[in-house]
């Protein structure tokens, strides 16, 4: 679980899985982020049905498992958030960034976990595999 993020400094590699910073990378692969017709919106992901939107606002993510049609609230215990990463082949997987930090969900958004590292403020995040 390996994901590039974008920081005030450069790219910084990190593997999730085993909570650590790999080192320096290249850049963020492209991506378009999805529209969304929601307020307050500050970075949105997307994995074929599932679209997960930063919002300023508590709890800090809205979360939609049908293209957009409905939403649900998640990330009650988040801090405000900067980005957001959806995995393509597991949209259960998700990455988040508050201002100097990332937490993983590997469960949709349930339950979320904060990496051990602070990073330079974050401006983006995507998975690389």
């Given at each position: 679980m390996i994901a590039a993020v974008a920081t005030v400094d450069?790219?910084?590699?990190v593997d999730a899985e085993s909570e650590s910073l790999l080192g320096p990378g290249?850049?963020?692969?492209?991506?378009?982020?999805p529209h969304v017709d929601l307020p307050r919106v500050v970075a949105a992901?997307?994995?074929g049905a599932t679209i997960v939107c930063v919002?300023?606002?508590?709890?800090p993510l809205a979360i939609s498992r049908d293209g957009g049609s409905t939403w649900s609230e998640a990330g009650g215990g988040l801090p405000a958030g900067f980005?957001?990463?959806?995995?393509?082949?597991?949209?259960?997987?998700?990455?988040?960034a508050g201002r100097n930090r990332l937490f993983l969900s590997v469960n949709g958004g349930v339950f979320w976990?904060?990496?051990p590292f602070?990073?330079?403020d974050v401006?983006?995040?995507?998975?690389l595999d």
């Open positions: 450069g790219v910084l590699l290249i850049e963020l692969p492209p991506g378009e982020a992901a997307r994995a919002v300023e606002r508590r709890p980005a957001i990463a959806v995995a393509e082949d597991d949209p259960d997987r998700m990455l988040y976990r904060s990496l602070e990073l330079p401006e983006g995040v995507a998975w």
